[in-house]
């Protein structure tokens, strides 16, 4: 199996599968979202097109950021801590955030299309080990300055090395994703809505038993929880 890296700005050009990482916070917070009972969430890249789905799906939530904050209209966050406080059964969440989302909306040509983070490392490279395919791109979205994106990147090196059939050390990869641009905010106790607790939370290896493939329904990018 070869592997392959892109970003945001190149990530339209991959094709085969494609795994679309966000681990601070998008794709963990989503994971944690199907904990709670979310029937499927819908990926979107605008702020505005979250809110028309959300007026015509019934039983729908919004959920996202702008700048790591829920903007006005959304009904939750990017933050698995509060994500946690809410019962979600049966629901429909529609999700746009600066990163995540945007990766998945941006990968037209993949012909199979996953979301992930380390709460479904392991259940993801079953997921793509079934299927046995000749390549992986990894979709690096958090990569957009020099400084930023490494705890994805940590995330993709981990799971490569689990699909070359390696044993990682776990705590090595998880420090690089305490030491990252982004776990800054959450490092600051007077940063409300960037929870320290979120950090152990995108950082729970193999939390769940379940893949978060992306397939298209009707137009739109629905992403499910797959049980492996």
């Known amino acids: 199996m070869n592997f392959h890296y892109t970003n945001l700005d190149t990530c339209h050009a991959a094709t085969g599968v494609v795994i679309v990482v966000d681990v601070l916070r998008a794709f963990s917070n989503a994971a944690y979202a199907f904990s709670r009972g979310a029937e499927k969430i819908i990926l979107v890249g605008d702020v505005d097109e979250a809110l028309s789905l959300k007026s015509q799906i019934p ?3 919004a959920m996202g950021e702008v700048g790591g904050l829920p903007p006005a209209g959304f009904d939750l966050g990017n933050s698995p801590t509060q994500i946690l406080e809410h019962d979600l059964s049966g629901m429909t969440i529609i999700q746009r955030t600066g990163a995540g989302t945007q990766g998945a909306v941006r990968s037209k ?3 199979l299309l996953l979301a992930s983070s380390f709460v479904v490392a392991k259940a993801t490279v079953k997921y793509i080990n079934k299927l046995a395919p000749e390549s992986v791109t990894f979709v690096i979205t958090g990569q957009y300055t020099p400084k930023h994106g490494d705890e994805d990147l940590a995330f993709a090196e981990y799971i490569e090395s689990l699909f070359k059939g390696k044993q990682p050390n776990g705590e090595s990869f998880i420090k690089r994703v305490f030491k ?3 776990a800054i905010q959450h490092l600051d106790p ?3 809505g960037f ?3 979120d950090l152990d ?5 193999n939390a769940f038993d379940f893949a978060m493939p992306v397939t298209k329904e009707n137009n739109l990018l629905v992403m499910r929880k797959t049980k492996i």
């Open 180 to 182: 990252s641009r982004d």
């Open 59 to 61: 039983n729908s939530k």
């Open 109 to 111: 040509n993949a012909d």
């Open 190 to 192: 007077e940063e409300i």
């Open 201 to 205: 939370l995108c950082t729970y290896i």
């Open 195 to 197: 929870p320290l607790s």
